[in-house]
């Protein structure tokens, strides 16, 4: 049984920084280095989106509104992966999620970011 535990979100003013973490638990460190670990967001009245993935190779892949300002990172000895945040803008504000599948999907409680002077 997984568990992800997302930290770091806040109320930021537009073009301001936020780093979230995802820290991982119930697994081993050499599996979660094995995971694609994801950050999604949604925003009320929206679907749920993927904002960026990490694969276990370190390749990345991000939507493209987060392109240059987003960067996801992972430290496999932490059991965590992070999101950077920057350049924000208020249409950026969600609810983010962190997300893997290990034989079936996990998921986080989430971590509300806002974006707003």
């Known amino acids: 049984q997984v568990q992800l535990v997302e930290s770091g979100g806040g109320l930021v003013q537009p073009g301001g920084s936020l780093r979230l973490s995802c820290a991982a638990s119930g697994i081993s460190g050499s599996i979660f280095s094995f995971l694609s670990m994801g950050w999604y967001r949604q925003a009320p009245g929206n679907e749920r989106e993927l904002v960026a993935r990490?694969?276990?190779?370190?390749?990345?892949h991000y939507a493209d509104s987060v392109k240059g300002r987003f960067t996801i990172s992972r430290d496999n000895a932490k059991n965590t992966v992070y999101l950077q945040m920057s350049s924000l803008k208020p249409e950026d504000t969600a609810v983010y999620y962190c997300n893997t599948y290990w034989m079936r999907d996990y998921w986080g409680q989430g971590t509300q970011v806002t974006v707003s002077s």
């Open positions: 990490i694969l276990s190779g370190g390749g990345t």
